[in-house]
């Protein structure tokens, strides 16, 4: 009789990245290139979008289904808080989605990658991250694209510490310690309780 194989679990990243102005073009155009390189390496179980702040609404720049990014282009002044919200719904939205279709969910990853903000409602913004990481619901991994971020509304969302910083290899060195954290991740037994943290994601510098 053949042993039924268990079928590793989805893993759900989303990406929010600043595209004020406040982020240099090079900057900006450097990191769509490593995500365009990034989509075309992502294994089966990964499932991930990418989205972008600026003045006006969130975009949506890559859905968790679909292989194209679109263009990205800076604004002015960026809408932290309204970007955070939609990614956390949109995850939401998409593991309830998986679940209800019969698939496994990890507990999903949300990547912060920004440069400096406006302060729109970020006490809500807390809360609700607060209440999806007690609920397992969530890991929130904010980066800062530069030193020069103030950090303090960011630390209500992480208050135990500082915002994550990326080590020297800039963008490349971060993607590539993203690839590895999910090759971990996919290098442990599907029905693995292994639960990532933090503090696997910590001891980088300014990207």
């Known amino acids: 009789m053949e042993e039924m194989t268990v079928k590793t679990p989805k893993l759900l990243l989303s990406f929010v990245v600043d595209n004020s102005a406040s982020?240099?073009?090079?900057?900006?155009?450097?990191?769509?290139?490593?995500?365009?390189?990034?989509?075309?390496?992502?294994?089966?179980?990964?499932?991930w979008e990418l989205l972008t702040f600026d003045t006006f609404a969130p975009a949506v720049i890559k859905n968790f289904t679909a292989p194209d990014i679109a263009p990205v282009s800076a604004g002015?002044?960026?809408?932290?808080?309204?970007?955070?919200m939609t990614a956390a719904d949109r995850l939401d939205a998409r593991a309830k989605a998986l679940r209800e279709a019969g698939e496994r969910v990890y507990r999903p990853w949300m990547f912060v990658l920004s440069d400096g903000f406006t302060v729109d409602a970020m006490e809500e913004v807390c809360a609700r991250l607060e209440r999806m990481e007690k609920a397992e619901e969530l890991l929130y991994l904010p980066f800062k694209l530069s030193s020069q971020l103030t950090t303090e509304r960011l630390q209500c969302m992480d208050r135990g510490k500082h915002m994550i910083e990326i080590v020297a290899g800039g963008?490349?060195?971060?993607?590539?310690?993203?690839?590895?954290?999910?090759?971990?991740?996919?290098?442990?037994?599907?029905?693995?309780?292994?639960?990532?943290?933090k503090n696997d994601f910590e001891g980088w510098a300014v990207l």
């Open 171 to 197: 963008v490349d060195g971060f993607f590539a310690f993203v690839k590895g954290m999910i090759d971990q991740r996919a290098t442990l037994a599907p029905d693995a309780k292994v639960k990532f943290s």
């Open 23 to 47: 982020v240099k073009g090079e900057r900006l155009g450097e990191l769509m290139r490593a995500f365009r390189a990034f989509a075309t390496e992502a294994p089966d179980f990964l499932e």
């Open 76 to 84: 002015r002044f960026p809408l932290l808080g309204r970007a955070i």
